[in-house]
């Protein structure tokens, strides 16, 4: 583990970033045409939500979300390969079919992971919900309204619980992605030994570092929320909130996201690079 402090992370995703756009100029270029059009592929493949509703209509949107992945994951291995291998060129380290494969894998892998902690909170609140009916039917129709509002605020508190187990097991395993993404393989126990005791650095690491497109969220929004409210149609059409949100998230994955790993692997990893082979 390199002895580097928290602002020289930040600092050094920022420059990396700024050093990996100059770099592939055409590429931004790219992804700003991608955020225009992928808006309007989304909303021509979102099937129609009126009856009958057949699960099969949303199969042309997740193939495009599939490919869609597959070629952004792509991207951030080639920024985490051009900032972590120290070269000229990220062709110079081509991409092996497995690399990009594991890569791909602990994409997915680590969203649905996500979602399924984040269900089983939930099917921890609904089973209570279930189990004061089954024991005590009259129990909640006897209680006064104000604790009957309770109910939802504590179905919310499970999917705030649900979201944190998420965040923190995700924060835990982020270094994986970053390690196979250089050639590495899948050290899941020694990517948790490197990262314990280190979840409020690198959240915070990787919050400060995306400051900069959340600044701009924030303010896309709020001009959105503004034209809207002044009955600048014409103005909100121009710039709908689709195409610059998705510009947003797509340059700070690439261009803040994918730098600040790199320096967070440079930083932690420790064990996980003991027999690394790229």
């Not at 050639?183 to 400051?211: E, M, N, Y």
Request: aromatic share 14%; with cysteine.
């Amino acid at each position: 583990m390199e002895s580097i402090t928290f602002g020289q992370c930040v600092k050094g995703a920022w420059r990396d970033g700024w050093r990996y756009l100059r770099f592939r100029p055409a590429l931004a270029i790219f992804l700003l045409l991608y955020a225009w059009l992928s808006s309007f592929v989304v909303n021509a493949l979102r099937p129609d939500s009126t009856p009958p509703f057949r699960l099969l209509t949303y199969a042309p949107l997740g193939v495009f979300a599939l490919l869609e992945s597959a070629v952004f994951t792509l991207l951030i291995m080639h920024a985490i390969r051009f900032v972590l291998l120290e070269t000229g060129s990220t062709n110079a380290q081509p991409i092996s079919g497995p690399s990009y494969w594991r890569s791909f894998g602990c994409t997915w892998g680590f969203a649905l992971l996500a979602l399924v902690l984040w269900c089983l909170a939930m099917a921890l609140y609904v089973g209570l919900m279930i189990w004061l009916t089954l024991v005590s039917k009259t129990t909640i129709a006897r209680l006064p309204v104000e604790a009957r509002v309770l109910i939802p605020i504590v179905g919310a508190a499970f999917a705030l619980i649900g979201g944190g187990i998420s965040c923190f097991v995700l924060t835990r395993l982020s270094l994986l992605h970053t390690h196979v993404a250089i050639g590495g393989t899948l050290k899941i126990r020694d990517v948790w030994a490197d990262t314990r005791g280190h979840f409020w650095s690198i959240w915070s690491t990787q919050f400060c570092a995306g400051l900069p497109a959340l600044a701009g969220w924030i303010m896309v929004a709020a001009y959105e929320l503004a034209s809207r409210r002044q009955g600048l149609a014409s103005l909100s059409a121009l710039n709908t909130f689709g195409m610059p949100a998705n510009a947003l998230t797509v340059f700070g994955s690439l261009y803040l996201g994918a730098p600040c790993s790199a320096w967070l692997y440079r930083r932690y990893a420790n064990a996980v690079k003991t027999g690394h082979d790229r």
